[in-house]
């Protein structure tokens, strides 16, 4: 079912009421709900940390008839630790909806982390394009600019409507995924929808690698 985010069948929008439950901590930033063709049901959207401290941040939906729970489904976000001021995009599937819904509602919960997330990827120059498809393509160059080697990078983008919410994301490695000590690598990411490609207006990118962490010792 992973193979779902980028079998480029367009997705139906589902115009249902929401709410989210805001912390101190966190901003919900925006969110979309969809109807994949094959059924399922997700939801993507944007948080920001606007702590002091490095989160770790879980998302968890419900799909709601009245009183009722229809779905529930969680995700971490895309990228595991956010710095001060950082946003992320997340995905969350639901597995087993029982019934029709009219309403979602979003809750997000983190973790303090110590640990510092390697941050000396650039990215150097990005473009889009959208080909004969009908797909819209960012390609871009990064570079490791620390003098340590970098293990499993990630580009990440989200992709955002006329209304700035987000439309959108993608999740790709770099090429090379790993990188020596001041390294250039290159990227490509795709909304992987032609119709959601033809209302995207904006974008931004990020990075994420696991180098010199240990997720394992975040505190909830």
């Known amino acids: 079912m992973q193979n779902m985010w980028f079998d480029n069948r367009d997705p139906e929008f589902l115009d249902v009421a929401s709410e989210t439950f805001p912390i101190p901590e966190l901003d919900v930033v925006s969110h979309r709900i969809y109807r994949h063709p094959s ?13 002091e401290c490095n989160l770790s941040v879980e998302v968890n939906a419900y799909l709601l008839e009245g009183g009722k729970v229809r779905g529930f489904g969680w995700a971490s976000t895309l990228i595991p630790i956010l710095i001060p001021g950082q946003k992320s995009p997340f995905r969350v599937i639901f597995n087993n909806v029982k019934g029709g819904f009219n309403h979602y509602s979003i809750k ?51 992709f955002y409507g006329k209304d700035s919410a987000i439309l959108a994301l993608d999740i790709k ?48």
């Open 108 to 158: 997000v919960k983190f973790g303090v982390t110590k640990q510092n997330p390697f941050r000396e990827m650039k990215i150097l120059e990005h473009y889009f394009n959208v080909n004969d498809s009908g797909y819209f393509i960012v390609y871009g160059r990064l570079k490791n600019v620390s003098q340590n080697k970098v293990d499993l990078v990630k580009v990440i983008g989200s």
């Open 173 to 220: 490695p770099s090429k090379p995924e790993s990188f020596e000590a001041y390294e250039e690598g290159e990227f490509r990411l795709t909304v992987p929808s032609r119709l959601l490609s033809t209302l995207v207006k904006s974008y931004s990118l990020d990075f994420w690698t696991p180098t010199g962490l240990n997720l394992f010792s975040i505190k909830w």
């Open 39 to 51: 059924g399922m049901i997700y939801l993507i959207g944007e948080v920001k940390n606007r702590f």
